[in-house]
């Protein structure tokens, strides 16, 4: 919105070309992001605490999560409404990459807002069924591959990249719908799993959002992406503006999350961020190293798979609770120990998979 300003004033005066850098556009994308969930949080969460909008807390989980009973939730809306208007700001409206980003992210957001209306209406912690929630997310999921796919200008568009391989590219045809539709789905489940502890998934999705800006301003370069060797995607580059949003937002959200939190994110913000991360990975064609910088929303998504299977199969359980984290915490870990060594993890599985971009 605001380009479409500067482009009007560059008439007047050629300062206002600047704002035709990405980089810039970035950055404050970013900081507008920050500014908003700062100046926005604190009165949000008086007015959570007000109408007693509170998280429901498991009988069966740690004992020490019992304390945490009635601490407001839904906070993710915060990083919903800091995301969208920093993105409209500052991003190109005509770009077709950064619409479905941001459509895809608050439509997953509509269902974690659905599924937390539930849990607190209902006063107990199931919330949106299984099921519900899963035909929602299969409808939005393969409603922005199937777009995705059809929208393609070029080849490279729906080819699967691997990682740490010169020139190893598979062509999916159809099957881009099928990996689209999993990694944007898996995504936004994967980090819903992880979300249960004090600021141990909204870091994490920081780092890996702005791993991915990176991606996507070096794809979306075609300079950069042929001294890369990687491929070169037309108008992916928009998306560092939607990145910087989400890393914005996630910071001003962990200001009132990190331990003892203030504010829980609820679904709202969890299904969103994950979905966000899966449908930018999708766009600048690194799902596989999406899967390696998101290693701790994968841990713990497969430590719950393990744990169910084993127990259907055995009658037997692997971890003393799934996911993992709870599994620390039952072993005796405090909760800022685990929060930070996940945090440690995610540093290290996001630098090699930024160590992609060279290393081929």
Not at 82 to 102: C, E, F, K
Request: one cysteine or more.
């Amino acid at each position: 919105m605001l380009l479409w300003l500067a482009d009007y004033l560059t008439q007047y005066h050629s300062g206002f070309n600047v704002f035709r850098y990405l980089t810039l556009r970035a950055i404050l994308g970013t900081l507008t992001a920050l500014s908003i969930s700062l100046i926005i949080g604190p009165s949000m969460i008086r007015k959570l605490t007000m109408y007693k909008i509170g998280q429901n807390i498991r009988d069966d989980g740690p004992q020490a999560h019992l304390s945490k009973a009635g601490t407001p939730t839904m906070g993710g809306a915060l990083i919903l409404v800091a995301v969208a208007i920093s993105t409209i700001l500052w991003m190109d409206l005509n770009n077709r990459q950064v619409v479905v980003a941001l459509v895809v992210t608050l439509l997953f957001g509509g269902i974690g807002f659905i599924d937390d209306f539930k849990k607190l209406k209902g006063g107990c912690s199931q919330g949106l069924s299984a099921k519900a929630k899963y035909i929602w997310q299969t409808v939005f999921g393969l409603g922005a591959a199937i777009y995705i796919y059809q929208t393609a200008q070029q080849p490279i568009e729906t080819t699967l990249i691997i990682p740490f391989m010169k020139d190893a590219m598979i062509p999916l045809g159809m099957g881009f719908v099928v990996l689209a539709y999993l990694v944007i789905v898996g995504t936004s489940n994967s980090v819903n799993l992880t979300d249960g502890l004090d600021g141990l998934a909204i870091l994490p999705t920081v780092m890996v959002a702005g791993a991915l800006g990176v991606f996507a301003y070096l794809t979306g370069n075609i300079n950069f992406a042929n001294y890369l060797s990687i491929p070169y995607v037309s108008g992916v580059g928009e998306l560092v503006v939607f990145c910087g949003a989400l890393v914005g937002a996630g910071l001003g959200f962990l200001w009132f999350n990190t331990y003892p939190a203030q504010v829980f994110m609820g679904d709202v913000g969890a299904l969103a961020l994950g979905a966000a991360l899966g449908v930018v990975a999708v766009l600048v064609r690194q799902e596989l190293v999406l899967l390696i910088m998101g290693g701790v929303f994968v841990m713990e998504t497969v430590s719950v798979i393990l744990q169910v299977a084993s127990f259907k199969l055995t009658g037997r359980r692997i971890f003393r609770m799934a996911p993992l984290h709870h599994h620390f915490e039952l072993k005796g870990w405090p909760e800022p120990r685990v929060i930070v060594r996940f945090w440690i993890i995610t540093v290290v599985l996001v630098l090699i998979g930024l160590a992609s971009l060279k290393v081929r």
